[in-house]
């Protein structure tokens, strides 16, 4: 499973999206790619939003990542993807399992001085998650 963040440059999803799709093939798997959301339906975070905001921005983040897949998978056809929603190293550990991923695929940033060696979502998930965890620097 990747974990793809559409705020990125393409270039870097690009990469990700490459690298993902060679593991899964080598291993003979699918590959499901998990773009993640916040959550809106906290009263305090959605009154600031207009009614119907949560479920546009939802289909937006779809076509999104369906757009991010199909210009830069080699097998676009071949990938999974899901749009989730709520807090990003939750989602991504609750979709490997719910999913039944052997391996999640993450990128993590360079590090500030701060961050130690990973970025604060890509730390989480390599120290929660059940999987093994594979991390692309950005």
Known sequence: MLALDLGESSGSNKNAINIAENLAKNDGATLHVVTIIPN???PIVGSYFPEGFEEKHFAHAKEELKKQVFEDAKDPESIVRHV?????????????????CSLIIIEAHRPDLKDYLLGPNAARVVRHAKQSVYVIRT
């Open 40 to 42: 809106f339906s906290m």
């Open 84 to 100: 989730v929603q709520g807090s990003i190293y939750q989602e991504i550990i609750r979709s490997a399992d719910k999913l039944d």
